[in-house]
């Protein structure tokens, strides 16, 4: 595999976003991860599972996060079946670039006065 | 949270088999992937929706899975990347336009790899794109352009309705004063042709010359291509005289227009500068007219009468135009303007509409078949197309660039065959023209030439077709995935399906082939029917000249018939003549067209008779019988010194007037106030106009008589061997007897029943070629798909032989299934046909459209050039090596 730039895959769309979010902490699988973007964010973001898969599958293509059939060692009573997925190092600075650029999206929206407060 | 089907609830169940229908929306290799995580996952969502609010809530979710799995499977088909759009450097955006020129490049040099598949593709595609071109550019010239004068839809010509109910175009200048400024038309401009005999040249010749008003030019909305237009003055008595020219003649006489500009006209009794030229393609009234001189409204009328054309107001309500019309009608006192109409200015022959269309049709069947031809190559090429795409897309190719390069492969293909396909239309269109009957170019007031519009349609077609065949292979590969595609099986799925298409429009090409075939043959027929009609007189050895005798030097009857009897004097003393005389023309086309009539003998009415019969009758001279090989039934034909009123008639003519008995000696005439005439004898009947008889079989023939000069003279020579070879010797005879007498036509019986017939040879020859063409692409198409066929089978056959098939049942396989696509299209081109057979009747002569001779002849040709087409695959099946066909798979 080549080496890619990591800014050349910004901006980053929405699912693959919050997808990518979820997996920082800690490999999950498919269910799990529809989850967690739905309690994190209030369940304003849902993704489904067409949107999601379609994403993952982008996603293992492009070497921004990995399969392992392993189940981690502190995740009990699962199916052994199931496919987890977990963050490559390309995926984390992918991540971490998409996040800065909202960061400083947010600063400059603050500066002008378009938001304010802090939140 | 097992997977376990039997614990679920029936509603998740359902929803569970729904889901699994809409993954189909997800492309194959992605869907393979990921099907088991997603339905687990599916199932998770639903049973956790179930537990927490019972069965409602959870097919709600499962239905929103399911769309929005739908929807994701629609996006990830169109191309787009669920990632997002990604940052793009400068020199990605500028690459695509890099990309078009390389990928123009590889277009190229994937034609040229394939040279024989390219060169095929694009004669094909040439041949429809030049047949339909041609074709529809003289059916665009005949039937759809209008006049090329402005707003042609206003131009009308002005008749006049007489007492028995006949239209009339001509009118005297005191009937259309009142018209003039009546408010009924916003212009109008009269005039009225004569025939003029042109000198200076190296012989006389006979022009048509239109005596036309002098606001003309201003009234079509034209100008002269060099020098000027007719000023009011230029038509006034004492004016200097002077004249535009037809283009054509101008150049034949002149050189260049404008030469002509400054020089003279001369004809005999006048002399005319010319002042203008006008510009080619400019015949007004009518493709004859070669030049134009001025003339008041007054002038005219005092030496005859005018024909007339207006414009019509469009501000003025229809109703209100009538009124203003049937006024003017009213006040004339006389009873040859009873009433009105106005007939627009362009008419077309409904007749030559009919076969200008059949044209159309024929030439139609070649586009398609061509354009199918096109698709069915194409399409061959779609399987060895579609491992290439396919592994480009493996080794990362985006399938959008994939796809743009099948398409410009395609473009390339529909630009070379649009080129190929302009050049030979130009050539096609002149050789077509020159077949054409007089009645195409005459009616048309434009020269035909190459319309842009067909062209652009013809290409549009050949593009459409080249495009989407194109697109084929190109969109299929990048869908089935680099592991299939090089997985070594011919894919054979996709194989089936193509061969069935191609297969099928095979058996559609054969379809259209058989009918253009039954056509042609159906045409064939009736000619061969139309030439073997006895014409009731012998054409074979006559030589006929026709004299345009001048009125300026033979001022009247008296005079021409003195010159012509001594040129037939001196005829009848020239070697190898058997017989000469002279008439108003001869069969087929003579004399004068005489209608309604009210016949009548001497003991009243005759009953029976059509009151739209039309009698075509002739001036002749006593020999004229003798000289064509008309036979005398009874009584006598004319001799030297016949009284005025004595007349021979037809014997359908005479069995009508009295059906018992005989004629000679009976009077009869036209009309109750017409004088008597006297039957002197009965001659058979000929066909008046030729073998397709317009107007029934009666005909009449009178002497020569009165004081007024004839326009036409027609001297009949009957040969004693061959006519071609006397009439040379007679063109110089009467040349030298008559030097100032224009010859406007000599030909052999034969040459004029030739063009009588010109009409029906030129449908013949058009449709006879584009059948040929036609049979020749089908059987083109056939051995392509026939041969893909065994390329695909070759494993299957060299089974077949390896266990004890021979080399010729293996070939009679072959043979066999292409006469299955045969029979198909057989059935099919016969239905085709039956469905057109009323059309068909219409254009031909006393032959029926299922004639069994000509059905049969058409089926065996269609198996026959089937056979030959599949000879060549059958071969190579049967000499397939069994044992390496099988070592290949």
Same mark, same amino acid.
């Given at each position: 595999m080549s080496t890619v730039d990591p800014e050349d895959l910004l901006p980053l769309s929405e699912p693959v976003y919050h997808i990518l979010m979820a997996l920082s902490d800690r490999p999950r699988h498919g269910y799990a991860i529809l989850q967690e973007v739905e309690e994190r964010t209030g369940g304003v973001v849902r993704l489904r599972t067409g949107t999601l898969y379609t994403a993952v599958k982008r996603l293992l293509e492009r070497g921004l996060i990995e399969e392992t059939a392993e189940a981690p060692p502190h995740i009990e009573r699962d199916d052994e079946r199931r496919r987890y997925y977990l963050l490559t190092r390309l995926g984390r600075a992918v991540l971490a670039g998409e996040a800065r650029r909202l960061e400083l999206m947010v600063r400059l929206a603050r500066a002008k006065r378009v938001l304010v407060g802090r939140s | 949270m097992s997977g376990d089907p039997e614990k679920l609830p029936a509603s998740v169940r359902l929803l569970r088999r729904l889901y699994a229908a809409g993954l189909l929306a997800i492309p194959g290799p992605a869907r393979r992937q990921l099907a088991a995580s997603m339905l687990e996952t599916f199932e998770a969502i639903c049973l956790r929706a179930h537990r927490r609010g019972g069965a409602l809530p959870s097919v709600w979710r499962g239905l929103q899975e399911v769309l929005d799995v739908l929807v994701a499977g629609v996006r990830q088909r169109l191309g787009a990347d669920p990632l997002g759009p990604g940052r793009r450097p400068l020199r990605e955006r500028i690459r695509p336009l890099a990309d078009l020129g390389t990928d123009l490049r590889s277009a190229l040099r994937a034609l040229t790899r394939r040279p024989a598949f390219a060169t095929v593709a694009v004669l094909t595609l040439a041949s429809g794109i030049a047949a339909g071109t041609a074709v529809f550019s003289v059916v665009d010239s005949v039937v759809l352009r209008p006049l090329p004068y402005a707003q042609p839809a206003t131009l009308v010509r002005l008749m006049r309705v007489v007492e028995s109910g006949g239209f009339v175009s001509s009118w005297r200048s005191e009937q259309l004063e009142p018209w003039l400024d009546a408010g009924v038309f916003s212009a109008v401009s009269a005039y009225r042709l004569e025939n003029r005999t042109l000198i200076g040249g190296p012989e006389p010749e006979r022009i048509q010359v239109g005596l036309v008003m002098p606001n003309t030019l201003d009234f079509l909305g034209v100008r002269?291509?060099?020098?000027?237009?007719?000023?009011?003055?230029?038509?006034?008595?004492?004016?200097?005289?002077?004249?535009?020219? &037809?283009?054509?003649?101008?150049?034949?006489?002149?050189?260049?227009?404008?030469?002509?500009?400054?020089?003279?006209?001369?004809?005999?009794?006048?002399?005319y500068r010319i002042i203008g030229v006008m510009p080619g393609g400019f015949h007004y009234p009518y493709q004859a007219t070669r030049a134009w001189v001025p003339r008041s409204l007054a002038t005219l009328g005092k030496t005859g009468t005018v024909n007339v054309h207006a414009r019509r107001p469009s501000a003025i309500a229809e109703p209100v135009l009538q009124e203003r019309g049937d006024a003017l009608a009213a006040a004339d006192a006389n009873d040859d303007l009873v009433a009105w109409k106005l007939w627009p200015a362009g008419h077309v022959d409904t007749r030559l509409r009919r076969w200008v269309l059949v044209l159309f049709g024929a030439a139609g069947i070649l586009v398609l078949i061509a354009c199918a031809n096109a698709a069915n190559l194409i399409l061959a090429q =779609?399987?060895?197309? &579609?491992?290439?795409?396919?592994?480009?897309? =493996?080794?990362?190719?985006?399938?959008?660039?994939?796809?743009?390069?099948?398409?410009?492969?395609?473009?390339?293909?529909?630009?070379?065959?649009?080129?190929?396909?302009?050049?030979?239309?130009?050539?096609?269109?002149?050789w077509l023209l020159r077949l054409a009957p007089r009645g195409i170019t005459s009616l048309t007031a434009n020269a035909v030439d190459l319309?842009?519009?067909?062209?652009?349609?013809?290409?549009?077609?050949?593009?459409?077709?080249?495009?989407?065949?194109?697109?084929?292979?190109?969109?299929?590969?990048?869908? #089935?995935?680099?592991?299939?595609?090089?997985?070594?099986?011919?894919?054979?799925?996709?194989?089936?399906?193509?061969?069935?298409?191609?297969?099928?429009?095979?058996?559609?090409?054969? =379809?259209?082939?058989?009918?253009?075939? #039954?056509?042609?043959?159906?045409?064939?027929?009736?000619?061969?029917?139309? #030439?073997?009609?006895?014409?009731?007189?012998?054409?074979?050895?006559?030589?006929?000249?026709?004299?345009?005798?001048?009125?300026? #030097?033979?001022?009247?009857? &008296?005079?021409?018939?003195?010159?012509?009897?001594?040129?037939?004097?001196?005829?009848?003393?020239?070697?190898?003549?058997?017989?000469?005389?002279?008439?108003?023309?001869?069969? %087929?086309g003579f004399g004068y067209l005489e209608f309604g009539l009210q016949l009548e003998t001497e003991a009243g009415a005759v009953a029976g008779i059509d009151a739209e019969l039309i009698l075509p009758w002739s001036h002749v001279s006593p020999e004229y019988f003798d000289a064509l090989g008309i036979p005398v039934l009874e009584?006598?034909?004319?001799? =030297?010194?016949?009284?005025?009123?004595?007349?021979?008639?037809?014997?359908?003519?005479?069995?009508?007037?009295? %059906?018992?008995?005989?004629?000679?000696?009976?009077?009869?005439?036209?009309?109750?106030?017409?004088?008597?005439?006297?039957?002197?004898?009965?001659?058979?009947?000929?066909?008046?106009?030729?073998?397709?008889?317009?107007?029934?079989?009666?005909?009449?023939?009178?002497?020569?008589?009165?004081?007024?000069?004839?326009?036409?003279?027609?001297?009949?020579?009957?040969?004693?061997?061959?006519?071609?070879?006397?009439?040379?010797?007679?063109?110089?005879?009467?040349?030298?007897?008559?030097?100032?007498?224009?010859?406007?036509?000599?030909?052999?019986?034969?040459?004029?029943?030739?063009?009588?017939?010109?009409?029906?040879?030129?449908?013949?020859?058009?449709?006879?070629?584009?059948?040929?063409?036609?049979?020749?692409l089908a059987a083109f198409g056939m051995f392509g798909v026939i041969s893909y066929v065994v390329s695909r089978r070759t494993g299957e056959l060299g089974v077949r032989m390896a266990v004890g098939a021979s080399p010729r049942s293996v070939a009679a396989l072959v043979i066999g299934s292409g006469l299955r696509l045969a029979a198909a299209g057989v059935v099919l081109g016969l239905g085709l046909a039956w469905m057109l057979r009323r059309f068909m009747r219409t254009i031909l002569f006393e032959i029926e459209p299922g004639n069994p001779l000509v059905l049969t002849a058409v089926i065996a040709a269609a198996f026959a050039i089937t056979l030959a087409a599949c000879l060549l695959p059958a071969l190579r099946a049967a000499r397939l090596d069994p044992a390496r066909t099988l070592r290949l798979e």
């Open positions: - | 002269p291509a060099a020098g000027r237009g007719f000023v009011p003055e230029d038509g006034e008595e004492g004016a200097v005289p002077v004249a535009l020219l &037809e283009s054509g003649l101008a150049r034949r006489r002149f050189g260049t227009p404008d030469a002509a500009i400054g020089r003279f006209l001369e004809v005999l009794g006048a002399r =779609a399987a060895q197309r &579609e491992r290439e795409v396919s592994v480009r897309a =493996a080794l990362g190719a985006a399938r959008l660039r994939l796809v743009r390069q099948s398409l410009l492969e395609s473009l390339l293909l529909a630009a070379a065959a649009g080129g190929v396909g302009s050049l030979l239309a130009g050539v096609l269109l002149p319309d842009a519009r067909a062209l652009g349609f013809a290409i549009s077609l050949a593009l459409a077709t080249a495009v989407l065949f194109g697109l084929v292979p190109a969109l299929r590969g990048t869908c #089935l995935g680099a592991a299939r595609a090089l997985g070594g099986s011919r894919g054979a799925a996709t194989a089936a399906s193509g061969g069935r298409l191609r297969g099928g429009i095979i058996a559609g090409e054969v =379809a259209l082939t058989l009918v253009l075939l #039954l056509g042609a043959g159906l045409l064939l027929g009736s000619f061969a029917r139309l #030439l073997a009609v006895d014409l009731g007189l012998e054409l074979e050895r006559v030589v006929a000249a026709d004299l345009a005798v001048p009125e300026e #030097l033979y001022p009247d009857l &008296e005079s021409q018939l003195q010159l012509t009897e001594r040129i037939v004097e001196r005829l009848r003393a020239m070697d190898g003549v058997a017989a000469a005389a002279y008439g108003l023309g001869i069969p %087929p009584g006598r034909g004319l001799e =030297a010194g016949e009284p005025d009123d004595s007349v021979v008639l037809g014997s359908t003519m005479a069995e009508a007037l009295w %059906p018992n008995g005989p004629a000679a000696g009976r009077r009869f005439r036209l009309r109750p106030d017409a004088p008597w005439l006297t039957v002197v004898g009965v001659v058979g009947d000929v066909r008046s106009e030729g073998p397709v008889e317009p107007f029934g079989s009666m005909e009449m023939y009178r002497p020569f008589s009165g004081d007024r000069p004839t326009f036409l003279l027609t001297l009949v020579v009957r040969a004693e061997g061959d006519p071609a070879a006397l009439l040379p010797a007679v063109r110089d005879l009467v040349r030298a007897a008559a030097p100032d007498v224009p010859i406007e036509r000599i030909a052999t019986g034969g040459q004029l029943l030739a063009d009588n017939l010109r009409e029906q040879r030129f449908q013949l020859a058009l449709v006879g070629v584009l059948a040929l063409l036609a049979a020749l």
